[in-house]
């Protein structure tokens, strides 16, 4: 049984989701240069700095994506393992989400077409039961940790099933180009307080914040247009419980004490993190 099988049907996710929006909605909220860059970005791909070296590191490895697939580890990605590593199993937090509609547990997850399918989990993001620990050679995530309540529980799992000399790649959204600008960064000692006090991913903590200082402008895609967050997030989770700049990703990482390789920017709206375990 899913997390949202098991909710109350009056908190149960709206039936109809709104995933791509019209192309002029798309162009009003990006605006003349934000469509000019998306379009840049189509043609030149961006990359991180280096990629093709760092890449080499999980060529042939095995690794775990939480959430996902993700188009920034795809062949033409900002970051794209998916080419060359031997196979990803995949943790979703549901078996139907706003993002990959329905999934089965099994080996099921399509990471890329051409390539063996693995092993689909349905989970919490922070609590990786029945996943063995040091597991993995790698594991990767793509704008999730800003969707979980207790991130720092979560990256302490994830560095439970990586194994040592393993890696970890994150990439987060930066708050100053996102729908998320207006909202204050999150404070270190926050994030902290969350995991002593083992907040739940059913935390309403930050819906007033998320639904005042949300930028519409720089929202496209409207997950759930309409749906009051404290009503349906348990099972949606489209809302951002928390939000990052470059320090805020550093202390995150340094707190899991995993060793920070690589911290920086890549257009038009990444943190791109590259870690390894001791």
């Known amino acids: 049984m899913t997390n949202a099988d098991k909710l109350p049907v009056a908190e149960q996710a709206p039936t109809v989701w709104r ?3 019209p192309l002029w909605r798309r162009v009003r909220a990006k605006g003349v240069n934000g469509t000019l860059e998306a379009i840049a970005s189509r043609l030149y791909p961006p990359r991180v700095s280096g990629h093709k070296t760092l890449i080499s590191e999980f ?13 920034v580890f795809a062949r033409r990605g900002l970051f794209p393992i ?21 999934i089965a547990e099994g080996r099921t997850y399509s990471f890329q077409p051409d390539r063996a399918r693995g092993h689909q989990f349905v989970l919490e993001a922070t609590e990786l039961a029945g996943i063995p620990s040091l597991s993995y050679d790698f594991l990767v995530s793509s704008h999730a940790i800003e969707h979980i309540a207790n991130p720092l529980k979560a990256m302490r799992e994830w560095k439970r099933v990586i194994r040592p000399g393993g890696y970890l790649a994150l990439v987060v959204p930066d708050k100053h180009r996102t729908f998320d600008h207006r909202r204050p960064t999150t404070p270190m000692h926050h994030l902290v307080q969350d995991l002593e006090r ?22 496209p895609g409207e997950l759930c247009a309409g749906v009051p967050l404290a009503t349906h997030n348990f099972a949606t989770r489209v809302m951002h419980h928390h939000v990052f700049d470059l320090d805020l990703v550093q202390e995150v990482v340094e707190h899991a004490r995993l060793q920070l390789l690589v911290l ?10 590259l870690a390894r375990r001791e």
């Open 59 to 71: 060529a042939g490895r095995r690794g775990l994506e939480i959430g996902g697939p993700s188009d």
């Open 82 to 102: 998916y080419p060359v590593v031997a196979s990803v199993d995949n943790v979703n937090f549901s078996a139907t989400t706003v993002w990959g509609g329905t």
């Open 264 to 273: 920086h920017l890549v257009r038009p709206c990444h943190i791109f993190a």
């Open 198 to 219: 083992d907040v739940g991913e059913d935390d309403l903590t930050h819906v007033d914040e998320s639904e005042r200082l949300h930028d519409d402008r720089r929202d």
């Open 19 to 21: 995933i791509k929006p």
